[in-house]
């Protein structure tokens, strides 16, 4: 049976003219100064191993820090000659209503797979620069 090897969430992916994979902006926290937010856009980016051509279908669910389903994406698909597949899940506008912890919890021909989190946290104050107390 196949399995997630591994899964990472950034702002950007895609696949080179040899068909490697390349991530841009890998990140596991979001600033906002309020919520609701938005983050424009996203992949999530897993890797698959199982058996060459085993086909397998894939759930991601996207759960708020209050634990209800923010969303869910899913499809069904074929590993490639060597047992493995690398995919792509593009989001754009992904919605964060809330600060905290949102779980990708990963489930493969329904069976639950992993969970990889990202943390909306409050942006930081930014501070006034020089002034008193500053070093010189």
Not at 9 to 30: H, P, Q, S, T, W
Not at 35 to 56: F, N, Y
Not at 70 to 80: A, C, N, P, Q, R
């Amino acid at each position: 049976m196949a399995r997630c090897d591994w899964a990472i969430v950034c702002d950007y992916a895609f696949l080179d003219e040899n068909r490697k994979m390349c991530m841009v902006g890998v990140f596991d926290r979001i600033f906002a100064t309020a919520v609701p937010a938005l983050h424009h856009q996203a992949s999530c980016v897993l890797k698959l191993i199982g058996e060459p051509k085993e086909r397998v279908h894939i759930r991601v669910d996207i759960v708020r820090p209050n634990g209800d389903v923010l969303g869910k994406i899913e499809g069904t698909g074929e590993l490639g000659d060597d047992g493995t597949s690398q995919l792509n899940l593009g989001m754009r506008g992904l919605p964060l209503p809330d600060f905290g912890i949102y779980a990708f919890n990963i489930y493969m021909d329904d069976q639950f797979e992993k969970t990889i989190g990202i943390t909306v946290a409050r942006a930081p104050e930014k501070t006034p620069s020089g002034g008193e107390g500053t070093r010189r």
